[in-house]
């Protein structure tokens, strides 16, 4: 090979770096100031990319330019016990909001929870679920805690969470932009998200990013993995869920 040819590879090398150096942070810059966005029910403007040793998963950006973190919250579970966002420090955990009367979308929910709750059951010391009723007048301590034994629920640390029903309320559509509201012309009288929102250790809201470059932000909730796809033939995201809490439990 002659010394003119190393010299073009060299060229062509630095030309690269030099394209790396200036342009991939205005793209990740792009990408957290919301230019790329996902258009469906979150309101979310997009995700940061932040790259760590044990996870390429992504940061959602807040209001203020950081990462958003998991709004602080004080509740009631199924056994009584007041259970705030402290709880989960240090646990990989998953976000729902639903009601126990629901006729539609939570049940496929829950069982999804399920399914995911026993794939982990060797790490239930640092796995989670908090799941917020949106009918707290209704959702009981007590009618919790049997919702909980007719789904299979045993994960110590799977809160099904009951309070005050405007602050449940904020705490969705204003903390986790998971959309939440009374509606009598729907079936069940409600209307809510069918999302899963993914929890770091350190309380972060989670996410990866697709190979289109669009950012994922919450986990279809409603298909399961033997469904593959639903009737519209949007295909089931519990199996990219469940890939993405094995990677945040190694974090």
Request: net charge negative; hydrophobic share 35%; aromatic share 12%.
């Amino acid at each position: 090979m002659s010394k003119k040819t190393n010299y073009s590879y060299i060229g062509i090398a630095f030309i690269i770096l030099v394209f790396g150096i200036i342009f991939i942070p205005r793209i990740i810059d792009r990408i957290s100031e919301g230019d790329v966005t996902r258009t469906d029910e979150s309101r979310s403007s997009g995700v940061t990319n932040t790259t760590s040793e044990a996870s390429d998963l992504a940061y959602i950006p807040s209001a203020d330019g950081g990462k958003r973190k998991v709004p602080k919250f004080k509740f009631i579970n199924q056994d009584r016990d007041t259970i705030t966002n402290k709880d989960y420090e240090g646990k990989v955990y998953l976000v729902e909001f639903f009601f126990t009367t629901c006729p539609t979308i939570c049940p496929r929910m829950n069982k999804n929870l399920v399914q995911i709750q026993n794939h982990f059951e060797e790490f239930e010391d640092e796995f989670g679920v908090a799941s917020f009723t949106i009918t707290p007048d209704i959702d009981t301590p007590e009618v919790l805690k049997a919702y909980a034994k007719n789904y299979g629920i045993t994960n110590p640390n799977w809160n099904l969470l009951t309070g005050d029903q405007e602050t449940i309320y904020k705490l969705a559509n204003e903390g986790f932009y998971l959309y939440t509201a009374k509606d009598e012309t729907v079936e069940g009288g409600f209307e809510h998200s069918g999302n899963f929102a993914l929890i770091d250790k350190e309380g972060y809201i989670r996410s990866r990013v697709l190979s289109t470059g669009n950012p994922l932000i919450y986990y279809n909730g409603i298909i399961s993995e033997e469904e593959g796809v639903d009737e519209e033939g949007i295909p089931q995201e519990i199996t990219m869920l469940k890939e993405d809490i094995a990677k945040l439990l190694k974090e």
